[in-house]
Nanobody, 123 residues
Framework: QVQLVESGGGLVQAGGSLRLSCAAS????????AGWFRQAPGKEREFVAA?????????YYADSVKGRFTISRDNAKKTVSLQMNSLKPEDTAVYFC???????????????WGQGTQVTVSS
């Protein structure tokens, strides 16, 4: 049974940083694209970032986080991380880790989702 477990969320002041991590119980994790979505109260779940499978040579970001967030992966540890810098109150949301066989997408069509971790940015 595949599980994605996020950690690292919390409360931070505007301008601060947080690092989210996601541990994947996927035997062949390197064959999966990985990414992050977020959902703010009263809003739809939206794409944040994605990284391609294997070496993760390609990375994709939503315009709203480009230049501030960095996604990375460690296939040996079966983890995907999201470094979030220069955080803004509008980044407040529940953040979800996702995984998909081979192919990434910016839509919500991912095979596996974590339970989410809360990020709150105070002004």
């Amino acid at each position: 049974q595949v599980q994605l477990v996020e950690s690292g969320g919390g409360l931070v002041q505007a301008g601060g940083s947080l690092r989210l991590s996601c541990a994947a119980s996927i035997r062949t994790f390197s064959n999966y694209a990985a990414g992050w979505f977020r959902q703010a109260p009263g809003k739809e779940r939206e794409f944040v970032a994605a990284i391609t499978y294997s070496a993760g040579s390609m990375k994709y970001y939503a315009d709203s986080v480009k230049g501030r967030f960095t996604i990375s992966r460690d296939n040996a540890k079966k983890t995907v991380s999201l470094q979030m810098n220069s955080l803004k109150p509008e980044d407040t949301a529940v953040y979800f880790c996702v995984a998909r066989w081979m192919q990434h997408t910016t839509t919500r069509n991912w095979n596996y989702w974590g339970q989410g971790t809360q990020v709150t940015v105070s002004s």
